[in-house]
């Protein structure tokens, strides 16, 4: 079983920048994918992949993202961090942690981020 708790989002400008935070419940140690997922409003159930980071630290992001955001993780903190500049009204989405342990997934319960024009 692992908690995963997101936060950080809120309300910025287009062009401007926030950071995401998800800490796990659990050591990260032995984890291997944390990815960033977001929801648009009025998409539906439909989660977009966003960001993933292996516990060697390879990366991979959407291509809607690449080059803007950044993720990383602090194994020592139980934590991955999405690092979002030059932010666009279209990302605004609520943006959840997800981490695959065995068969089970995981999902916190996310966080809001508006992006106004």
């Known amino acids: 079983q692992v908690e995963l708790v997101e936060s950080g989002g809120g309300l910025v400008q287009a062009g401007g920048s926030l950071r995401l935070s998800c800490v796990a419940s659990?050591?990260?140690?032995?984890?291997?994918?944390m990815r960033w997922y977001r929801q648009a409003p009025g998409k539906g159930e439909q989660r977009e992949f966003v960001a993933a980071i292996t516990g060697v630290a390879s990366t991979n992001y959407a291509g809607s993202v690449k080059g803007r955001f950044t993720i990383s993780r602090d194994n020592a903190k139980s934590t991955v961090y999405l690092q979002m500049n030059s932010l666009k009204p279209e990302d605004t989405a609520v943006y959840y942690c997800n981490v695959p342990v065995g068969l089970s997934d995981y999902w916190g319960k996310g966080t809001l981020v508006t992006v106004s024009s």
């Open positions: 659990r050591t990260m140690f032995n984890i291997n994918y």
